[in-house]
């Protein structure tokens, strides 16, 4: 299972539309999962209905929190995509042997079965996060909370009985041009993504959905990578 968690404090202002972008992901069998970080005051309209549109593109969640709330949401959201997408594929099952996808019509014991097995696959599965952090110059501030949200995160993982791997994207990217730069690549090891911090620079436009795309490109396999480099929708799409 793969996800991607975008953390962002506003809008997209450069390049490909992002909710086109987290369809292609949710094509590709991708969640994606925003994060609006905010401060005392709210964001701007236009803002939340963004974060709103990609989540629901992407067929993830998105949830508005402040600071000191960004590392128990990272979690929760983690969690309970795995649980989602195991409760689809045991719903694609149920359908086949009955017709249903329903898991409170069951008995209380079939029930009790099913849900103990969605429990278990969630805790066993193999699970890749992919983070893409928004640093943009309005996100400086929020740089510390950003960092032991992950940390936290990367605990989470590391508790888990399946194989938990983590890769970290910031955008825009470092060089002139660059849509996202890739930070951390798939990992385990929490000293690795926790240095990376040290390198970062907050700057720039908002090329939410090109970031989201570059994510893409890395979590898929290389046919797959190539088909969408080549021409197409994805290719003229822009803002």
């Given at each position: 299972?793969?996800q991607i968690?975008?953390?962002?404090?506003?809008?997209?202002?450069?390049?490909?539309?992002?909710?086109?972008?987290a369809?292609?992901?949710?094509?590709?069998?991708?969640?994606?999962?925003?994060?609006?970080?905010?401060?005392?005051?709210?964001?701007?309209?236009?803002?939340?209905?963004?974060?709103?549109?990609?989540?629901?593109?992407?067929?993830?969640?998105?949830?508005?929190?402040?600071?000191?709330?960004?590392?128990?949401?990272?979690?929760m959201?983690?969690?309970?995509?795995?649980?989602?997408?195991?409760?689809?594929?045991?719903?694609?099952?149920?359908?086949?042997?009955?017709?249903?996808?329903?898991?409170?019509?069951?008995?209380?014991?079939?029930?009790?079965q099913?849900?103990?097995?969605?429990?278990?696959?969630?805790?066993?599965?193999?699970?890749r996060?992919?983070?893409?952090?928004?640093?943009?110059?309005?996100m400086?501030?929020?740089?510390?909370?950003?960092?032991?949200?992950?940390?936290?995160?990367?605990?989470?993982?590391?508790?888990?009985?399946?194989?938990?791997?983590?890769?970290?994207?910031h955008?825009?990217?470092?060089?002139?041009?660059?849509?996202?730069?890739?930070?951390?690549?798939?990992?385990?090891?929490?000293?690795?993504?926790?240095?990376?911090?040290?390198?970062?620079?907050?700057?720039?436009?908002t090329?939410?959905?090109?970031?989201?795309?570059?994510?893409?490109?890395?979590?898929?396999?290389?046919?797959?990578r190539?088909?969408l480099?080549?021409?197409?929708?994805?290719?003229?799409?822009?803002?």
């Amino acid at each position: 299972m793969q996800q991607i968690i975008l953390i962002t404090d506003g809008c997209s202002n450069v390049g490909l539309s992002p909710v086109v972008a987290a369809a292609q992901a949710q094509a590709e069998e991708i969640v994606v999962n925003v994060i609006g970080v905010i401060d005392d005051s709210p964001m701007g309209g236009s803002g939340h209905a963004e974060i709103s549109q990609i989540a629901e593109a992407g067929g993830g969640m998105s949830r508005f929190v402040s600071s000191r709330q960004l590392a128990q949401t990272m979690q929760m959201m983690t969690r309970k995509t795995v649980v989602n997408t195991i409760q689809q594929i045991v719903g694609k099952e149920l359908r086949t042997i009955l017709g249903h996808d329903k898991i409170e019509e069951l008995p209380p014991t079939e029930r009790a079965q099913v849900v103990k097995v969605i429990d278990e696959l969630g805790e066993t599965s193999s699970l890749r996060v992919a983070l893409l952090i928004d640093c943009s110059a309005s996100m400086k501030d929020k740089l510390p909370a950003v960092r032991e949200a992950i940390r936290d995160l990367l605990l989470s993982l590391q508790a888990r009985n399946g194989k938990s791997e983590i890769c970290v994207f910031h955008f825009p990217g470092g060089t002139y041009g660059e849509e996202a730069q890739l930070d951390a690549d798939w990992t385990t090891e929490l000293a690795k993504v926790e240095n990376l911090f040290y390198k970062l620079i907050m700057k720039g436009t908002t090329p939410t959905g090109p970031a989201i795309l570059t994510c893409i490109r890395h979590m898929v396999g290389q046919n797959r990578r190539r088909s969408l480099d080549e021409g197409g929708l994805l290719s003229d799409y822009v803002v």
